[in-house]
């Protein structure tokens, strides 16, 4: 079983800034693709920013050049540096994570989620 832990969630100002960060623990073999997923309330889960093993990150367009992705599969960890903060990011911030185990069957595992509140 692979364990996804988020950490460095709060409540921000609008303007302010945070870092999400999240590792990766288990029988891993390996990990193809690592990224962040938001869920606000009322509203479907959203992809946010994913770094996959063949290619580069990829933002949706709400965040780009306001968050930046790093870490990712080959160090069992990932980060989201989120600048600039808006109310509109307000969400539960979820960590992903798809791979191999050790005995090589697949994992597609979500982390517990943390929360981010944008509020003045």
């Known amino acids: 079983q692979v364990h996804l832990v988020e950490s460095g969630g709060g409540l921000v100002q609008p303007g302010g800034s945070l870092r999400l960060s999240c590792e990766a623990s288990?029988?891993?073999?390996?990990?193809?693709?690592l990224g962040w997923y938001r869920q606000a309330p009322g509203k479907e889960r959203e992809l946010v920013a994913r770094?996959?093993?063949?290619?580069?990150?990829e933002y949706a367009d709400s965040v780009k050049g306001r968050f930046t992705i790093s870490g990712g599969h080959t160090r069992n960890s990932v980060y989201l540096a989120m600048n600039n903060l808006k109310p509109e990011d307000t969400a539960v911030y979820y960590c992903?994570?798809?791979?191999?185990?050790?005995?090589?069957?697949?994992?597609?595992?979500w982390g517990q989620g943390t929360q981010v509140t944008v509020s003045s």
């Open positions: 770094i996959a093993s063949d290619d580069g990150p």
């Open positions: 992903h994570g798809f791979g191999v185990y050790t005995d090589f069957t697949v994992f597609d595992s």
């Open positions: 288990g029988s891993i073999f390996s990990i193809d693709d």
